[in-house]
Structure formats: structure tokens, C-alpha cells
């Protein structure tokens, strides 16, 4: 079964607009940690939040903003404003805990986030 | 600018040419992991080695030698590979020190197998 769903492939918006990429996961653990990357074209990914399973306060960073719902099993990423330059894949992943010193992540498929000017 | 530095960015090779390819990183992380994507899909994990040793390997075929000289060096060793093969494959590494924190990812070597 699939630990992460991002369950919209691709997204496109006009510059300005608010966006939200929805992730859903599925752990028995009780100690887990999400996170979400940003992928552009380039190749790299890059970390844009890590969140425990222990911590459901709302974080805002910025234009960003992450919504952390255990009773729905969700962790949601809202980009206000959107610029050009946030077009990239974005991708969910969850780790289940710390195994002898390092994480297994397991990633979403991905959403792809088309900003038009 | 990444932390993680991958080489080459690019590479061409023939199903019997033999390559290497090269991750380093000096952050002082314990674990460093290869991963595999093919376009429009997430990372697959390849393998992860933790203080030098390898800990897992997820059924990757034997024309894939992961090697990881130094806790800064990872490479991937390469040999007799399929056109199938050809993808970004990425290097990352993190604190493996009891820390659960992010993997910090280089840009990626993209493989293309002839």
C-alpha cells in the first residue's frame, strides 16, 4: 500500500494566486516525521520542512505554510502568492522513525506545480 | 549552493563500458544513500550506508557496486548496464547520528545508457 499520496499529478495557476498541494500518509508508528522537498528542473531536492508526529502546530514560513492534521492523516503545503520561480515537483515523503542511525523516507509521487506569469 | 556534490552531471555510456559515479559531502553526516529516479516519478532508494557500512541494498542488480571509502565519499560503481538503467540517479546524505533530521541531496548524475 502507498505510505504517501499526493493525489494531484499536476497543478497550474497564474502568478499570484494561492495554491495548496494535498499529501496524505498512512503509518502505524507513532513516531514519524514528514517532510516536503521542492524539485526544479535542476535535479536537486531541496528541503523545505520537516514536521514529528508529536507537533501538530501550523507552521508559516514566508509564502509558505504547512497544515498538519493527524485525525485526517494529512499534511498539506500552501504556497500564497505564487511566483514563476515556484514552479518545480514538489514532493511529500514520510520517515517512520530513526533505524539504526539512519531514515527510510518514502516519497509521494509527486505533484508538479505549473506557475504561468 | 548544494552541500552535497555529485560528479559527473552528465554521462553518456555503452552497455559494456564501465563508470563510476561520484558523491561527496563535508557536513560531518554518518549516512549517505543512492537513489534512482526515472523521469516523472520520486526517488527509489538504491542503497544506504551508515557509518561506512552498507545497510541496505533494495534488491539492486549486481551491475550496480555501491562503495563508500570515507564517511565524506559515496560512489557507484557502474558496469555492463541496460538502456533501462538510464535515469537521474541521486546521492544524499544525513546526520545519522540519532538525529531524524532531512537528507540533504546533491543535483543529481544523469545516466544515459546507449
Known amino acids: 500500500a502507498q505510505k504517501v499520496t499526493q493525489a494531484q499529478t499536476e497543478i497550474s495557476v497564474v502568478e499570484k494566486e494561492d495554491v495548496t498541494l494535498d499529501c496524505v500518509y498512512e503509518?502505524?508508528?507513532?513516531?514519524?516525521?514528514l517532510f516536503w522537498y521542492k524539485q526544479p528542473p535542476s535535479g536537486e531536492l531541496v528541503f523545505l520542512i520537516r514536521r514529528n508526529s508529536f507537533d501538530e502546530q501550523n507552521e508559516i514560513s514566508g509564502r509558505y505554510s504547512w497544515n498538519f492534521q493527524k485525525s485526517t492523516s494529512s499534511f498539506n503545503f500552501t504556497i500564497t502568492a505564487s511566483q514563476v520561480v515556484d514552479s518545480a515537483v514538489y514532493f511529500c515523503a514520510l520517515s517512520e522513525g530513526l533505524i539504526y542511525n539512519f531514515n527510510k523516507f518514502y516519497f509521494g509521487s509527486g505533484t508538479k506545480l505549473n506557475v504561468k506569469p | 549552493d548544494t552541500e552535497v556534490t555529485q560528479t559527473p552531471k552528465h554521462l553518456v555510456m555503452g552497455m559494456t563500458n564501465k563508470k563510476s559515479l561520484k558523491c561527496e559531502q563535508h557536513?560531518?553526516?554518518?549516512?549517505m544513500y543512492w537513489y534512482k529516479q526515472k523521469a516523472k516519478k520520486p526517488p527509489e532508494l538504491m542503497f544506504v550506508y551508515s557509518y561506512e557500512k552498507l545497510s541496505i541494498n533494495e534488491s539492486v542488480p549486481s551491475r550496480f557496486s555501491p562503495e563508500c571509502p570515507n564517511s565524506s565519499l559515496l560512489n557507484l560503481h557502474l558496469h555492463a548496464l541496460q538502456p533501462e538503467d538510464s535515469a537521474l540517479y541521486l546521492c544524499?546524505?544525513?546526520?545519522?547520528?540519532?538525529?531524524?533530521?532531512?537528507?540533504?541531496f546533491g543535483e543529481g548524475s544523469r545516466l544515459t545508457v546507449l
Open positions: 544524499a546524505s544525513s546526520q545519522g547520528d540519532g538525529n531524524t533530521g532531512e537528507l540533504f
Open positions: 503509518t502505524r508508528d507513532t513516531t514519524y516525521y
Open positions: 557536513m560531518g553526516h554518518r549516512a
